[in-house]
């Protein structure tokens, strides 16, 4: 794994470092807060390591913030006990400082694992995880915890669990799609509007898990197109950025996990739930055509028909 930052202009080193700096400082008041805690996990419990992982370690990121493109930094954090990836106890006042920070010009995503799940995926041989170890850049290292080394997945196996992610999720997305329609034509636009986020979210985690047998714990739609758009950038013909209001649009999509169930305020009109409907059901023919291609490569692999 890498260890340098070299291959990135000056502005997004400085940035990363702002991110690690507000990271590490962040974890450790919550960690301390309130005396510390008496646990034994909570007082010895240390971020091992931070890695940037996805476009900015490989190199292939893009920078066009006048069209709506700009790539994210993507960063895996390893700790030392599973307890201590809590996004709301350890890490959600990090991320808040980060997005406020005006030093930090791009939107910033973590994944939080504790060392033995990391370890014990890449003895799985999942993709997500060996890929990090093949690209990732570290940014932060507490020597004497090395990662384990990957092992490969059978290719039978790989087929299997691609398969079984792919009916699963499949069956998801229309039968979500399904409750949006039925929503909206009985004019309940919150719910309608719920459905199309939950939709979403299932259409991106069939592609990641068809592709590297990964899904974060997170709702943030943004968060996971970034993850998916990131490994196929074909993707991102679901979700047009050139114009300004096809981007509330996906922010009003966004919101909907949470303010179309608990807020009085939300509201998503007709027009832009159609426009939503259509690029949803876009979004579910792209990962249905990717995931049979990825299906298809992992069978050549086994020689099967």
């Known amino acids: 794994m890498q260890s340098d930052l070299h291959h990135l202009p000056e502005r997004q080193q400085r940035e990363l470092e702002r991110v690690r700096e507000i990271l590490l400082a962040g974890f450790e008041a919550a960690r301390s807060g309130g005396g510390g805690g008496t646990q034994e996990w909570r007082r010895g419990g240390r971020v091992l390591k931070i890695i940037l992982f996805g476009s900015y370690a490989r190199g292939d ?13 993507d960063l895996l954090i390893v700790v030392n006990h599973e307890k201590l990836t809590n996004i709301a106890d350890y890490w959600w006042a990090s991320e808040d400082q980060i997005l406020r920070d005006p030093a930090i010009g791009r939107t910033v995503n973590i994944i939080v694992h504790d060392l033995h799940e990391v ?13 990090i170890v093949r690209d990732g850049v570290s940014l932060y290292e507490i020597p004497g915890h090395p990662l384990a080394a990957p092992q490969p997945m ?11 992610y792919q009916g699963h999720w499949t069956n998801q997305i229309r039968d979500l799609l399904k409750g949006a329609d039925i929503y909206a034509a009985q004019g309940n636009r919150k719910l309608a509007a719920f459905s199309l986020h939950q939709a979403v979210e299932a259409a991106y985690a069939c592609y990641l898990l068809v592709h590297t047998f990964y899904f974060p714990r997170s709702h ?4 996971l197109r970034s993850l998916a758009e990131d490994s196929d950038t074909r993707l991102v013909q679901a979700w047009p950025r050139d114009e300004r209001a096809d981007r509330r649009r996906f922010e009003l999509l966004k919101r909907a996990y949470v303010e179309a169930r608990y807020s009085d305020q939300y509201d998503a009109l007709s027009e832009d739930l159609e426009w939503l409907v259509e690029r949803a059901r876009m979004l579910q023919d792209l990962v249905a055509d990717r995931c049979q291609t990825r299906i298809g490569q992992l069978k050549a692999t086994t020689h099967q028909d």
């Open 61 to 73: 990121w893009v920078d066009e913030p006048e069209n709506g493109y700009l790539s994210d930094f």
């Open 220 to 223: 943030n739609i943004k968060f």
């Open 154 to 164: 059978t290719p039978t196996d790989a087929v299997e669990t691609a398969l079984r």
């Open 119 to 131: 370890n014990d995926a890449l003895r799985r041989g999942e993709y997500f995880w060996t890929d």
